[in-house]
């Protein structure tokens, strides 16, 4: 933990060039937006995918660094004002949280692609497909989340939380078959920085002092980040010079475990209101946009992100999720289902469940994941106690609701009655 009253140094510098990137090729540098004819041949021959994109996209992402800077501006000036966290506005607090969001974002993507070109200098500028994908859904949302930490800065009254639901959960793990054994050295880049600014936040946060009223869910919002790092610890401990498939994914879903914690613990930390359990249980109405027809809706919103690619390569699959929402009654109930899932997952009272053949998701659609009860809660009428497990269940005209483990694996996860 730090001491005294440390500030995070900036995290990079906005100006930093492309040349900042370049890959190692022998004693020679290699651009990776001016690859060689060599280099081309070499990246069409592995199927991977050309960066230019993506070095475009993080050449203006890296403003999000610019707003994280500001964010930390904001907090000590709070601090000097005497203004706890605790009681922080809804703009403030949204230009905390966004930063953060925005931040982190940032920097997995550069860490990915960096850690790309070092351990593939020959095709330095092109990425393997699950890497491309990873990196351009985290470089899309800095874009968003910046738009909003602006927002958050000029206009006293701006509340994200007006919104939509906060915290909000880490972009979806892109998938890829077979995932690249340099795919762990990526995710291991990541880990550090993510990991020193979550102990700057919650020192940060500890130093302001907090109310005793709230000094539970500050225990909680320690266990959580706690959980992340012991989470990566494993990760690391689990890595030997042999690729082992069984062996990777565990590391894998370590790494991606941490990193998701630790997204939440920041955007929490940067908004402490955000702890307060019945505001986290709360569902938010969806707007309309995010309704079937609207322009945000996103039919695979309720199925499991970790099996999510397999789903939607399947036409029958796809037809069968265009039939539940078809006939769903009240999507809006749904959608709400799922946005109270999300709160109790982002407060620690759910977790996502695994079976010990590695089954992630109910075998049903929507292919809803598994969940794991951690602490007594409620959910859709039906009180849960720890130990327990169960699915979101929603069968178009059919009643909507949950289904009730202990899951099993072995191929199709079924329950065990």
């Known amino acids: 933990m730090l001491q005294g009253n440390s500030k995070p140094a900036r995290p990079m510098a906005p100006g930093r060039t492309c040349c900042e990137h370049l890959g190692h090729r022998g004693d020679a540098l290699v651009d990776p937006l001016r690859p060689s004819l060599f280099t081309k041949m070499r990246a069409t021959l592995s199927g991977e995918r050309d960066a230019v994109v993506l070095e475009a996209m993080r050449a203006a992402g890296r403003v999000a660094y610019d707003e994280f800077v500001a964010a930390e501006l904001l907090r000590d000036r709070l601090a000097a004002e005497g203004v706890s966290l605790w009681d922080v506005s809804g703009n403030a607090g949204t230009q905390l949280v966004a930063a953060w969001n925005a931040f982190v974002l940032q920097t997995l993507s550069e860490r990915f692609l960096d850690a790309d070109y070092q351990a593939r200098p020959g095709t330095a500028g092109f990425v393997p497909a699950v890497t491309f994908a990873q990196v351009y859904a985290w470089l ?86 706690a959980q992340g790092a012991a989470a990566a610890d494993y990760a690391v401990g689990l890595r030997t010079d042999q690729h082992h498939p069984a062996l990777h994914g565990r590391i894998e879903a370590n790494l991606h475990g941490a990193l998701e914690s630790w997204f939440l613990v920041g955007q929490l930390a940067a908004m402490p209101r955000l702890l307060m359990e019945p505001q986290a249980q709360r569902p938010v109405a969806p707007r309309d946009e995010r309704l079937p027809g609207g322009w945000r809706f996103d039919p695979w919103c309720l199925t499991d992100r970790v099996t999510l690619a397999r789903w939607q390569r399947d036409k029958q699959a796809a037809h069968a999720i265009r039939e539940m929402w078809r006939l769903d009654p009240d999507p809006a109930a749904t959608l709400a289902l799922r946005a109270a899932i999300d709160g109790l997952l982002a407060i620690g009272d759910l977790a996502l469940h695994r079976t010990p053949d590695g089954s992630t998701h109910y075998y049903e659609c929507p292919w809803s994941p598994m969940y794991d009860v951690r602490r007594p809660t409620r959910f859709a009428g039906i009180a849960l106690n720890p130990g327990q497990q169960f699915a979101l269940r929603a069968r178009g005209a059919e009643p909507r609701g949950i289904v009730l483990g202990p899951f099993k694996g072995a191929g199709e996860v079924r329950p065990w009655r």
Request: aromatic letters at 4%; charged letters at 20%; one cysteine or more.
């Open 140 to 225: 899309a949302a800095v874009e968003l989340w910046v738009s909003h930490a602006r927002q958050a800065r000029v206009n006293p009254d701006y509340d994200l939380t007006q919104a939509m639901r906060l915290p909000a959960p880490l972009p979806a793990w892109a998938e890829g078959e077979p995932c690249p054994p340099e795919h762990l050295a990526r995710l291991l880049a990541a880990v550090p920085p993510v990991r020193e600014q979550i102990d700057i936040a919650l020192h940060a946060l500890e130093r302001g002092e907090v109310p005793s009223r709230q000094q539970s869910s500050f225990n909680r919002l320690k266990q959580l980040a």
